[in-house]
């Protein structure tokens, strides 16, 4: 089993910078793709943006050059730093891991369970 606990979410006003992390434990060998995607009320939920283990990264346009996405493979940790906040980017911002997993070698999509971003005046 695997778990993927994150934090970091809160109240910010707009223009303000946010960090989340999220780390991964539990049965792994591997953990391939991880990244962040976000749910708005009455909206799909949506990357934001997805690293690989050798650090190639992707990002929703919405947000280029103000979120960056980082890892420590050592920590099993992705982070992902905003900066420039907007009212738009209030969201449930979950982590998700592409895990191999040390019991039978094959690689299953894990979830965190989300944390708030709040973007205010």
């Known amino acids: 089993q695997v778990q993927l606990v994150e934090s970091g979410g809160g109240l910010v006003q707009p223009g303000g910078s946010l960090r989340l992390s999220c780390a991964a434990s539990?049965?792994?060998?591997?953990?391939?793709?991880m990244g962040w995607y976000r749910q708005a009320p009455g909206k799909q939920r949506e990357l934001v943006a997805a690293?690989?283990?050798?650090?190639?990264?992707d990002y929703a346009d919405v947000v280029k050059g103000r979120f960056t996405i980082s890892r420590d493979n050592a920590k099993n940790t992705v982070y992902l730093q905003m900066n420039s906040l907007k009212p738009e980017d209030t969201a449930v911002y979950y982590c998700?891991?592409?895990?191999?997993?040390?019991?039978?070698?094959?690689?299953?999509?894990?979830w965190g369970q989300g944390t708030q971003v709040t973007v205010s005046s």
């Open positions: 998700n891991a592409k895990v191999t997993v040390s019991s039978n070698w094959s690689e299953y999509d894990y």
């Open positions: 690293i690989t283990s050798g650090g190639s990264t």
């Open positions: 539990g049965s792994i060998f591997s953990i391939n793709t």
